[in-house]
Antibody, heavy 117, light 111 residues
């Protein structure tokens, strides 16, 4: 299984960004996809998870009012959309195949989102 | 402030053994949720090195081992090598937050 993320984004404060994560190999609908954020020089932070089969996302409370995670089984692609961007949202966003009891075993290469006026 | 607590840094000479601790609480590690460990080299995505508290994915050297007791877990690396120099993160699930939680990360320096 491989996860390929979309390219770097530069956004203005107040705008939105949508990052994609296309999976190759495996059965997309059989596992969950988690999104993890890493601000510059900081640690890893879980943003949310989605089961493509169920289509039901679960978000961390910190971003719950600004984040939307979706999955398209027909294209084996998961998406993360973050709205009302501010400068402190600048970070690298990773998608990962989340095997829950077996950890996040496959990661995308990361997408850098820069928020700057 | 991370839900899981790790030391900011550890160090060791080549060939030595180091351990990295990860302390949680009754809503995560102490609630019997599994602990996973990730290695992150500079500028790269994290890599799973221990899952389910003690299991190594295929391809991870047996120099890496994990343990868990109560509300804490540990990652041990024996026979330190220069290539082990990286940031290490523990991760579990938290029932009160209803989601995954990470430790703040530990920078391993090979002297």
């Amino acid at each position: 299984v491989q996860l390929l993320q979309s390219g770097a984004e530069v956004k203005k404060p107040g705008s939105s960004v949508k990052v994609s994560c296309e999976t190759f190999g495996g059965t997309f609908s059989s596992y969950t996809i988690s999104w993890v954020r890493q601000a510059p020089g900081q640690g890893l932070e879980w943003v949310g998870t989605i089961s493509p089969l169920l289509g039901i996302p679960n978000y961390t409370q910190k971003f719950q009012d600004r984040v939307t995670i979706t999955a398209d089984i027909s294209t084996s692609t998961a998406y993360l959309e973050l709205s009302s961007l501010r400068s402190e949202d600048t970070a690298v966003f990773y998608c990962a195949r989340d095997r829950l009891e077996s950890g996040m075993d496959v990661w995308g290469q990361g997408t850098t989102v820069t928020v700057s006026s | 402030q991370s839900v899981l607590t790790q030391p900011p840094s550890v160090s060791g000479a080549p060939g030595q053994r180091v351990t990295i601790s990860c302390t949680g609480s009754g809503s995560n590690i102490g609630a019997t949720y599994d602990v996973h460990w990730y290695q992150q080299l500079p500028g790269t995505a994290p890599k799973l090195v221990i899952y389910g508290n003690t299991n190594r994915p295929s391809g991870v050297p047996d120099r890496f081992s994990g343990s868990k007791s109560g509300s804490s877990a540990s990652l041990a690396i024996t026979g330190l090598q220069a290539e082990d120099e990286a940031d290490y993160y523990c991760q579990s699930y938290d029932s009160s937050l209803s989601g995954a939680v990470f430790g703040g990360g530990t920078k391993l320096t090979v002297l």
